[in-house]
């Protein structure tokens, strides 16, 4: 997951560092042991109160193991001409800035021209990455906010301040105002109303498969259920959606193929609110935001059923154009959330990154598989966390559907 997009925010990281030791005339520390543990960013977090004899060792005598790396990686680069260059891997370079303990010889500020060279290919590879250009502008304005200006002495943890500064810029992209969907169901049904949740997007992102996925989160943890078969417009989108709610065991209110999809959902928030159900999940027909008598019917649904929240779907491996979806879709029917589906495939990350900053609304799940357990709840820190490898995601490769 978002594996091209962590090597790329790592190595800016990593060059920053190097920037500021060539500025401070960093020298060697041979001493002293790691402040963090080297393996803490490539896998699970180890605080460094926690780490026991046997890990130390375990630590020195990797040390030591990639010290002997360190001295072939430098090897190399003393041979190569800039095309060799290229091929060290960001692995090596970055283990090359992360063992060497330096420290600066005299204290300095950062410059903007200092980490501008490098912020310019940031900017390069996030733009080839599919991170919608609003959102690299804003990310790079943030790197520049968190380190120009900033004085670094000799006893300062370059290191830690470099990731952190990249770490905080990203963290700001992805902090959009939350929606808390357990909440809005809890006050709702205090009211003894439904609460009523209409799913939007373009075809084949992932809708129906998701409304299954919410459909057994929210019985599991104890509410009661029913999904709107709305998508009247594509042939076997009803019996696809039967299925899954067969299969999650939620019942579906349907009509005939072609029937007012307005019409289906409002019968389905009726029987929720004959039955005291707590939700109705609405699916709708996946359309084009540029097929205009499909885009007038998705208002019509709006308009008519008065949904607590509407959500966009859209895939992530759609990259920008998910991102343009989301606009569209936010012009025609004010979209509440988003959910984005196929991460568990989403190398780039470009769409998670760029997606809530660009319309100004949160991402309320991402969709990891096809489990119906498949569905988690996003959140900026954890994101963050998965970025700077700080902790592993295990995807299953099970499929249910
Ligand atoms: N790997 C992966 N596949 C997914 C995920 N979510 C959905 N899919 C797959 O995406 C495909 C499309 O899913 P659907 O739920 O049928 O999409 P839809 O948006 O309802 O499609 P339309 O009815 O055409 O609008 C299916 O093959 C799903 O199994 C996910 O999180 N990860």
Redesign the pocket.
């Known amino acids: 997951m978002f594996g091209k997009l962590k090597e790329k925010l790592l190595k800016t990281a990593s060059k920053i560092t190097e920037k500021i030791y060539n500025k401070g005339e960093a020298e060697e520390v041979k001493e002293e042991k790691p402040k963090i543990p080297l393996t803490s960013l490539f896998r699970t977090e180890t605080k460094k109160e926690e780490i026991r004899e046997p890990e130390i060792k375990k630590i020195e005598s990797e040390k030591t193991e990639i010290s002997k790396k360190v001295e072939e990686v430098k090897e190399i680069k003393k041979e190569t001409t800039s095309e060799d260059e290229k091929k060290i891997s960001f692995f090596d370079r970055f283990i090359l800035t992360r063992t060497i303990k330096k420290a600066l010889k005299k204290e300095i500020v950062i410059l903007e021209e200092d980490i501008e060279d490098i912020l310019e290919e940031l900017e390069i590879e996030l733009l080839e990455s599919d991170v919608a250009l609003e959102v690299v502008e804003k990310l790079i304005e943030n790197i520049k906010k968190e380190l120009v200006g900033r004085k670094i002495s000799p006893n300062d943890n370059v290191e830690e301040i470099t990731i952190n500064a990249v770490k905080n810029a990203i963290k700001n992209i992805l902090s959009q105002e939350k929606i808390d969907i357990e909440e809005i169901i809890k006050k709702n049904k205090a009211k003894g109303k439904p609460t009523v949740i209409v799913f939007v997007?373009?075809?084949?992102?992932?809708?129906?498969?998701?409304?299954a996925?919410l459909a057994y989160k929210l019985k599991q943890k104890g509410y009661s259920v029913v999904i709107a078969a709305g998508?009247t417009f594509?042939a076997g989108?009803i019996e696809?959606l039967e299925q899954h709610a067969k299969n999650v065991g939620v019942r579906v209110i349907k009509h005939k193929q072609g029937a007012d999809s307005a019409a289906v959902i409002y019968d389905a928030i009726q029987h929720a609110k004959a039955r005291g159900i707590d939700v109705v999940l609405a699916?709708t027909?996946?359309r084009q935001a540029t097929n205009t008598n499909l885009m007038e019917e998705i208002k019509k649904v709006v308009r008519v059923t008065k949904p607590d929240l509407v959500i966009f779907?859209g895939?992530a491996l759609t990259g920008n154009d998910a991102v343009y979806q989301a606009e569209e879709f936010n012009k025609a029917v004010n979209i509440d959330g988003i959910i984005l589906?196929?991460?568990?495939?989403d190398a780039k990350g470009g769409a998670a990154l760029s997606i809530g900053y660009a319309i100004g609304k949160p991402i309320l799940y991402?969709?990891?598989?096809?489990r119906y357990e498949?569905?988690i709840e996003f959140d900026a820190d954890w994101m963050v966390k998965k970025l700077f490898g700080e902790e592993e995601f295990k995807f299953s490769t099970e499929?249910q559907?």
Request: proline share 0%.
């Open positions: 997007g373009i075809n084949g992102t992932g809708k129906t498969t998701t409304i996925k998508d594509r989108a696809q699916d027909a996946g779907v895939d589906t196929k991460i568990d495939a991402l969709g990891v598989g096809q498949d569905l499929r559907f």
